[in-house]
């Protein structure tokens, strides 16, 4: 027991300092919002898309194909949340509907970039990026659809051109476009090499700690501002209550136990900022989602640990 904490240890502790560094640096002032703004830019726009398309590129597929009960695992956890996160915000705190949309995309959609990649790969190595990917491919776009079909749909608002904002915005979001191309070098056998191998690989090594301390800057600026208890509440949801489910479904379903494993640690995440920013758009939610981002980045450094622990990890 305590040398599988030491080894977790290794794998958490190195991740969640970084983050702790990026939010004392940001307190301190020693690096500021335009400084935030920028390497947070860099690490969506370049590092983390780089290093997609190279692990993928370089990426050997399971011989048997895709495990469909991985993908039924993961997303009935996911919209299971999705809707405990609505219907707590209805019947526990009297949210409007459009409001409880929020609390449940907060529940359900996870900071899977900025922690879930430097956190699966550093436990499970290049064996775990394969399924980490592919869910990172599908996941953003599934919830986002999702939770805009629900917000606008309900009061007739949903046209052509919501749909068409939608389509452009993940048309061109970097992490998709390092999936797409490097599923494509995948497809054609294109490996990098020589100049052009050793700029992705530096690119690529500065994508984890760049990532890391930009979370850590970016939750100096979503504080806990009221709405605890919603807060809370998601907070629990997406740590504890997803990872439960998506545990207990792949027990019983057909998948690589890598792939499952990935597929628990990654419900495990922390509360995703997208969801933050979308309730920015529609004016409603925004105390409830950006403390429940920063709680849930802090208490998933224990609940992480946890998981870890009855995974097997170390």
């Keep these: 027991m305590l040398a599988q904490l030491g080894a977790i240890a290794f794998i958490v502790a190195p991740v969640f300092g970084l983050i702790g560094l990026g939010f004392v640096a940001s307190v301190a002032g020693h690096l500021r919002e335009r400084a935030a703004e920028g390497l947070s830019e860099y690490v969506f726009g370049l590092a983390v898309p780089v290093l997609i398309f190279k692990t993928l590129a370089e990426a050997k597929l399971p011989e048997a194909g895709q495990?469909?009960?991985?993908?039924?695992?993961?997303?009935?956890?996911?919209?299971?949340?999705?809707?405990?996160?609505?219907?707590?915000?209805?019947?526990?705190?009297?949210?409007?509907?459009?409001?409880?949309?929020?609390?449940?995309?907060?529940?359900?959609?996870?900071?899977?970039?900025?922690?879930?990649?430097?956190?699966?790969?550093?436990?499970?190595?290049?064996?775990?990026?394969?399924?980490?990917?592919?869910?990172?491919?599908?996941?953003?776009?599934?919830?986002?659809?999702?939770?805009?079909?629900?917000?606008?749909?309900?009061?007739?608002?949903?046209?052509?051109?919501?749909?068409?904002?939608?389509?452009?915005?993940?048309?061109?979001?970097?992490?998709?476009?390092?999936?797409?191309?490097?599923?494509i070098a995948k497809l054609v056998d294109f490996q990098p090499g020589g100049l052009l191998k050793q700029t992705l690989d530096m690119l690529a090594a500065s994508a984890v700690p760049c990532a890391l301390v930009s979370l850590g800057l970016a939750l100096h600026r979503y504080p806990m501002r009221g709405d605890f208890g919603p807060a809370l509440t998601i907070a629990l949801l997406k740590l504890i209550v997803h990872p439960a489910i998506v545990f207990a479904l792949v027990q019983v379903l057909p998948m690589p136990p890598v792939w499952a494993n990935v597929a628990v640690v990654f419900a495990a995440m922390p509360c995703g900022i997208n969801a933050y920013l979308l309730a920015q758009r529609y004016g409603v939610g925004v105390a409830a989602s950006a403390g429940a981002v920063s709680l849930s980045t802090v208490l998933s450094l224990f609940t992480v640990t946890v998981w870890f622990l009855i995974l097997g990890v170390g």
Excluded: C, K
């Design 67 to 183: 495990p469909w009960g991985y993908w039924i695992a993961y997303f009935t956890g996911a919209f299971a949340v999705f809707a405990l996160g609505m219907l707590a915000a209805r019947r526990l705190f009297g949210r409007d509907y459009t409001e409880s949309v929020i609390h449940g995309l907060t529940s359900g959609q996870g900071n899977t970039v900025f922690v879930g990649v430097p956190l699966i790969l550093q436990a499970y190595g290049p064996e775990g990026a394969v399924p980490l990917f592919l869910l990172l491919a599908v996941h953003l776009p599934i919830m986002m659809l999702v939770a805009i079909v629900l917000t606008e749909g309900a009061s007739g608002g949903l046209s052509a051109a919501s749909l068409r904002r939608l389509a452009r915005l993940l048309a061109f979001n970097p992490i998709l476009l390092g999936i797409f191309f490097g599923a």
